[in-house]
Each structure stands twice: as C-alpha cells, then as structure tokens.
C-alpha cells in the first residue's frame, strides 16, 4: 500500500508543477553534428590520384643466397654506399641527378638507360652496381608524385631489386 500512495503523491507533484519530465531538445545537436562534419569536410586535404607502387620480390634463388651470406658470416660486413637518385624542380620541370659518377638523365628513359648500363649482369660484364646494390630515390618536397613514380619504376625496369624513399630537402 505504501507503493500505491508514493505514486499518487508523485502524480500531485507532477501535476502540480506542470510535468517533471525531462524534455531533450535534439534540433541543436544535430545542428552541431552538421557544422562539425561541415568543418572536417573542409578542412581536410584531398590527394590526388593515389597510386600503388608494384615490385617483384627477390627470387627464390635470391633468398637462399642471403640465408647462406648470413650463415657464413658476411652478413657483418659494411654496408654498401647506396647509389642516390635526387629529384628536384628547377623553372617548374623536374631534374635528374644520379650519384655514383654516372650520366645525368634528363627523363625517365634517359635514367632507366643510365641504370641498366650500370647493372652488372653476366651480359653485361662492364655494369658497375649488382642488381641488390642499394638505390635510394630522394626527391624534393616540390617534386611531383608522378615523377616520383617514374624513377621508381626507371630503377626497377634497369634491374635493381633494393630500392628505398628518402634523404630529399
């Protein structure tokens, strides 16, 4: 019974008051949500076409040979000077610079030309680099994404397989 007589009580109350219930005004929440997802869509950066950049793994022959070099322990020896392919803007065009007292290319076919009379390869006896010798592609902050990729893609049509980004101003 003393249930019954607390609701009846609250009841007055309520009514009394004009309804205690809680009322949640939704319209500035979603008007807040809107300017907030309006605010992002904005100010975020939008990239241009992204790209994937593909490259073959090293051959089985390859990776067995790295297992024996580092069971005999060769694998403590120094590491090679990478040969630094340097990307940079000069009156809005991109320009060349290969390190290792090579040819300076003026293109993307001129440097895979460059690269591939590089590469030691047993039909080419006169290369310089074998194909793991490290290459390092460095370009510039200004220098276009594509650009990037068409080194990217000069180095590894020539024929080297270790290949890395960065060091570029």
Same mark, same amino acid.
């Given at each position: ?33 809107? *300017? *907030? ?10 990239? %241009? ?11 089985? @022959? ?17 590491? @090679? @000077? ?9 009156? %809005? ?7 290792? %007292? ?8 001129? *440097? ?15 290369? *310089? ?41």
């Amino acid at each position: 019974m003393g249930s019954d007589a607390h609701r009846t009580r609250r009841r007055e109350v309520r009514a009394a008051t004009g309804g205690a219930r809680l009322s949640l005004a939704i319209t500035p929440m979603i008007d807040v949500v809107f *300017l *907030l997802l309006l605010y992002f869509v904005l100010t975020s950066g939008f990239a %241009g076409e992204e790209r994937l950049l593909r490259s073959q793994s090293a051959p089985q @022959e390859a990776r067995d040979a790295e297992r024996d070099t580092a069971r005999d322990g060769s694998a403590l020896r120094l590491e @090679e @000077e990478p040969l630094v392919i340097t990307l940079g803007r000069t009156a %809005g065009a991109t320009r060349w610079q290969v390190s290792g %007292g090579l040819a300076q290319p003026s293109d993307e076919a001129a *440097l895979e030309r460059v690269l591939r009379d590089a590469v030691l390869t047993e039909d080419r006896p006169s290369g *310089l680099f074998a194909p793991d010798h490290p290459v390092r592609i460095a370009p510039s902050a200004d220098v276009p994404w594509e650009d990037v990729v068409a080194a990217f893609r000069a180095v590894t049509a020539a024929g080297f397989r270790s290949v890395a980004f960065g060091g570029g101003r």
